[in-house]
């Protein structure tokens, strides 16, 4: 899905189709749907010691 560039920050990550123009000044709004919130891993990579000869 594309993003429109012309869309007011505050309605980026709202679920509706209700988008302002991003000349208007909102604040907040009573409407606001954000999205499911993804529950995010951050892995790390495992140490690796190959310099040492066994």
Excluded: F, T
């Excluded at 429109?4 to 209700?18: E, F, P």
């Excluded at 995010?40 to 690796?48: A, D, G, S, V």
């Amino acid at each position: 899905m594309k993003r429109n560039n012309d869309v007011n920050k505050l309605c980026l990550s709202c679920r509706r189709h209700c988008k302002q123009m991003a000349a208007a000044v909102i604040s907040s709004c009573p409407r606001y749907y954000p999205g499911p919130k993804i529950k995010r891993e951050n892995w790390k990579q495992m140490e690796l010691d190959l310099l040492s000869s066994p």
